[in-house]
């Protein structure tokens, strides 16, 4: 499975941006599409996430704010975010679970990252 992420860039506090990633190749197995985001010095952390039938999960940081959406039909997650703040700066990843890897983790399945996008917030 590859991930092509894109929709990073710079924006001022308050503004929005809208996050894409597509998949590609063994794309039948994949469960739980996502997105986690690494800011400098901080451990990268999960954002939002999806399953294929569409139940979601936020951070509470962004709760309100972004909203994670995904289109089977082109194998695509998305990310809106609105109200961005200066915290909201970091490297966002896009990633991808196989059904095994979602129910019963790294020893069982596949998870698979994208190379990540900056998203920056000006104050």
């Known amino acids: 499975v590859q991930l092509q992420a894109s929709g990073g860039g710079l924006v001022q506090a308050g503004g929005s941006l809208r996050l894409s990633c597509a998949a590609s190749?063994?794309?039948?197995?994949?469960?739980?599409m996502g997105w986690y985001r690494q800011a400098p010095g901080k451990e990268r952390e999960l954002v939002a996430a999806?399953?294929?039938?569409?139940?979601?999960n936020y951070a509470d940081s962004v709760k309100g704010r972004f909203t994670i959406s995904r289109d089977n039909a082109k194998n695509t997650v998305y990310l809106q975010m609105n109200s961005l703040k200066p915290e909201d700066t970091a490297v966002y990843y896009c990633?991808?679970?196989?059904?095994?890897?979602?129910?019963?983790?790294?020893?069982?399945?596949?998870?698979?990252w994208g190379k990540g996008t900056q998203v920056t917030v000006s104050s």
């Open positions: 190749g063994s794309i039948f197995s994949i469960d739980v």
């Open positions: 999806i399953t294929g039938g569409g139940s979601t």
């Open positions: 990633n991808a679970e196989d059904s095994d890897y979602a129910r019963w983790g790294a020893d069982y399945g596949m998870d698979y």
